[in-house]
């Protein structure tokens, strides 16, 4: 089904909600921590430097937004990226803008 004149199409409103859950410096970190490997939330408090309150705050937004998923390992939830695709953006998009 075609959208209304001067609605975006669905995959343009799916593409803004994915950037839209992305944009925030920690959600990015995240991401780009991620992209090597599952990983537990000390892990990342470790890696970007922020509170883990913050961290769990992100990771509950970005599970929201199926960009992470969360697996118990043991007595730990290991994060991961439900799809590499979305890594690739966020790591070309630093790499942009480390380039300007």
């Given amino acids: 089904m075609d959208p209304a004149p001067g609605e ?3 995959d343009l409103q799916a593409a803004s909600e994915l950037l839209r859950a992305l944009a925030a410096p920690v959600r990015l970190g995240i991401v780009r921590e ?3 490997g599952g990983r537990p939330v000390h892990e990342l408090v ?3 430097g922020v ?3 913050l961290v769990s705050q992100h990771l509950r937004l970005l599970r929201g937004a199926r960009i992470v998923t969360a ?3 043991s007595r730990e939830i290991e994060y991961t990226l439900t799809d590499e695709h979305v890594a690739h953006i966020v790591l ?3 790499r942009h803008a480390g380039e300007a």
Avoid: K, T
């Fill in 51 to 53: 509170s883990q309150p």
């Fill in 34 to 36: 991620l992209a090597g």
């Fill in 71 to 73: 697996h118990r390992r």
């Fill in 92 to 94: 070309d998009a630093i």
């Fill in 46 to 48: 470790e890696a970007l």
């Fill in 8 to 10: 975006p199409s669905a």
